[in-house]
């Protein structure tokens, strides 16, 4: 790698970092909008999308499902995917409104569902395809690497399904009082992760579109391999390739907690888990994630998704700066 290539690396994670930190800003202008009208309980809802935004909805709609809603998330690419019909509301989500599959899905839908659009353009072609665009007014991010739109994808959703505004409006302070301890937790671990030949992020099944955004954050910044699971799926599909150098990031709150450290304790596996979390949203035993589900899990995921971005900066710096 030239100079020139670690300067250009260099300039990529000021910019990361300058993303992260614009969160609350961007999070507070989101909110002090004039919030979508919730769709109305009676229809179902599907979410689809790709990558960030299909975590996203991975994690909306299982809070939604949860209150007895009709609602789940799609990949857009998937091969059986919803057909069109009436009483079902497609929401089709992509940050820069120009996804190929997601315009697919929205143009297939469009005159028999009622089609949404969710994207951080709101003149792109997917808002078009769909004749209706919910703004996610996150700014750019100039890293190129979805973190705010992850987190106002996950407001604007939770919104749409029902959520009251009045109940995310704390989270750009709680964002802002996060961001210096998060911080301070990614400097502490990241010689844990540093390295690591295998990196499995684990979270609750509520959470885990939060454990692929950690994960891919991982991938696309550092570049680490970097794999997401449901913690106590893990113990059944995972564990097999857990030994010695495997690092286990964690979001706690699992039933399966206890027998994961079990078994991570007598394989020699390293265990890392993520900040706890004060507040609503909070769920660091099982008992509590029992009762983080429904707007709970939407919280949590919108808060403590700075957790692995700044682990991510932190790891990605160091990468930079060697080169």
Known sequence: MTIDDRADRADRVAAFRADIAASPDALEHLLA????????????????????????????????????????SELASG???????????????SASGGTPEVLDVAGRHRGTSHVLAVTNRPTS????????????????????IACRTYRATLAVLAMLGGVPHADLRH?????????????AWAADVADALDGAPAIDVLADASLAGLAEQAALMLREAPRL??????????????VYLAWPGHVVLRFPGSAADAELERTLDARGVRLVDAPPVDGPGAATTAAAAAAATGAGAIERAILTSIDAELLSAELWSRAAAVG
């Open 33 to 72: 909008a004039a919030p979508p009208t919730p769709i109305d309980p009676e229809r179902r809802m599907c979410l689809t999308g790709l990558g960030s935004s299909r975590f996203a909805a991975d994690v909306v709609a299982g809070a939604l499902r949860a209150h007895g809603r009709a609602a789940w």
């Open 79 to 93: 091969a059986s995917r919803t057909s069109p019909a009436d009483g079902l509301t497609l929401i089709a989500i």
């Open 125 to 144: 072609p997917l808002a078009a395809a769909a004749g209706e665009a919910i703004p996610l007014l996150a700014g750019a991010e100039e890293s190129g």
């Open 171 to 183: 989270l750009p302070e709680a964002i802002a009082a996060r961001l210096p301890v998060s911080a």
């Open 225 to 238: 391999s970097a794999h997401a699971s449901e913690t106590a799926d893990w113990l059944h599909v995972g």
